[in-house]
């Protein structure tokens, strides 16, 4: 059973903003599943317009739950998630947990059911898939401690299982130990560890991380000072947000023709996964990421 499904749910939005917004970041707004910097939405805007048959019964409920079909999902997840299976737990989690924001509907589908909303059950049901090391189940749950939401307020509590959660790859873990980290949020502020956690969410091709890192490596704040590091990862950043342009624009006034090309190469051969270019290679030949 996988801990990275694509679109998994995240409970954890609200912090986020609240974060972004303090650091006074633009928050985009893209497809969920895609780790962007926004409020809770469920995975379905990303999905496409035709799916296969699912196969599975756990492949039923969360095309249910994708589908907006939250009683649906409940009625196909909740005997899996009783004989143990982590994955239908940590989708039942989301569902029962209440939006901390108002979240708009994607087109053609209603709300989920209120009476469904309930953070203890969300409580419970993340805590069963945490015990079985589900990474996504501990960042959610950290997200509950962390605001204190259907639980006391325990920041402590909150930022351990994002650290457990992140340390096994959850994306929306390491996005919230940033922003934890850089704006001293339960924590003394730190801005080499909110950079470590951000590059290992940049590695996985999150954007908002991306974008972060770019920002920090051209401002020299919490790593040196490295314009052409910088732009490859303006590179491989969203083509289409506007501070990003600029930036790009900025650098490209700055760094000589052939780092330009070399930047390019780079970017070009770099994948998901693989470890971000440095600017050291842009000085000899390109090996192989």
Request: proline share 8%; glycine share 8%.
């Amino acid at each position: 059973m996988g801990n990275n499904r694509v679109g998994w749910p995240c409970a954890s939005r609200a912090l986020i903003v609240a974060a972004w917004a303090v650091a006074g970041l633009t928050m985009a707004v893209g497809p969920a599943g895609a780790a962007t910097m926004q409020a809770d939405t469920p995975p379905t805007s990303g999905m496409p317009a035709v799916q296969p048959a699912a196969t599975s019964t756990l492949d039923q409920g969360i095309a249910a739950f994708e589908a907006g079909k939250e009683t649906e999902a409940v009625a196909l997840l909740t005997p899996l998630a009783e004989k143990g299976d982590a994955e239908a737990q940590t989708y039942l989690g989301w569902i029962y947990e209440e939006p901390p924001v108002k979240i708009e509907p994607a087109s053609g589908q209603g709300a989920p059911p209120p009476f469904l909303h309930d953070n203890a059950k969300a409580r419970a049901w993340y805590e069963e898939a945490a015990a079985q090391g589900q990474a996504h189940a501990l960042n959610n749950l950290g997200s509950l401690y962390f605001l204190g939401r259907g639980v006391p307020e325990d920041q402590a509590r909150g930022i351990t299982l994002f650290r457990q959660a992140a340390a096994k790859g959850d994306l929306q873990a390491q996005d919230n130990l940033t922003m934890i980290y850089y704006n001293g949020v339960g924590v003394a502020k730190d801005t080499q560890a909110a950079l470590m956690w951000c590059e290992r969410a940049a590695t996985q091709g999150d954007p908002e991380a991306l974008r972060f890192l770019a920002v920090q490596t051209l401002a020299g704040e919490g790593a040196p000072h490295d314009p052409t590091r910088a732009y490859i990862l303006v590179l491989l950043s969203p083509s289409d947000d506007p501070d990003i342009a600029k930036m790009r624009a900025a650098l490209e006034q700055q760094l000589p023709a052939n780092v330009q090309q070399r930047s390019h190469e780079l970017a070009a051969a770099w994948h998901p996964g693989q470890p971000l270019p440095t600017a050291d290679q842009t000085r000899g030949a390109i090996h192989p990421l």
